[in-house]
């Protein structure tokens, strides 16, 4: 898989309602402009309708461990993929989880050949992270997420350090989120060696949607 560019839309009301399809297609145009890997990962009551809305894959930002069948009101893999998801965000600083459910959805996501990317806070949990062999691992130091700070320039170590960690352990990918603005946050990041990026506020509290996202994609097909 080439490198990734995961947009989380959060629960941010800028992009509830119609505006959560309105910036699924605008995401889409840019895709189409600069032939790049970019996934959608939007409220979840809507990512049935974006996945049908749209030609570009659909991330649930949260999945539950619960089983399939006899269970009310979670949100399991199983049935998420029937209507066209194709992988979830686990562990996010915003919803935290223990090891043996993260453990137990990453196997699960791998059986249903869908895409695990795990959320981690630091180098040393990336390595416990990584023994488990997700697809994707995100380094987000919370305390940079929604900053503005971009982890590539204010912490480029943590990066670097995570990188190293999981290589020890796994092939998964490392992609780093929390505080990317702009072109030179991510083309940094790239240089340090990620697989790809995490954002949200940089893109949903922007101007311009379509200029911001043009912005931050372009910097993959520099």
Known sequence: MSKIFILN?????????EQTLELALTAQKVVQMLKINLVLSPP???????TKSVRIPVF?????????????????????????????????????????????LIRRLRDLEMTSVVCTRTPEEVVEI???????????PPELIGSGKAVSKESPQ???????SASKYSNCKIICGAGITDKNDVRTALQLGV??????SGIIKST???????????AFSA
């Open 9 to 17: 839309f959060k629960n941010y009301f800028e992009v509830s309602g």
């Open 44 to 50: 979840q009551p809507a990512i049935a309708l974006v």
């Open 60 to 104: 649930c930002q949260h999945i539950d461990d619960a089983p399939a069948g006899q269970s009310t009101g979670f949100i399991v893999p199983e049935i998420v993929k029937k209507y066209g998801i194709s992988g979830s965000l686990i562990n996010h600083s915003e919803h935290r989880l223990d090891h043996k459910t993260i453990d137990n």
């Open 130 to 140: 990584s023994r488990l062999k997700p697809d994707f691992i995100a380094i987000e």
């Open 158 to 164: 943590i990066i670097t350090d995570s990188i190293s």
């Open 195 to 200: 697989d790809g990026i995490l954002v949200a």
């Open 208 to 218: 311009t949607w379509f200029e911001k996202i043009f912005e931050l994609a372009s």
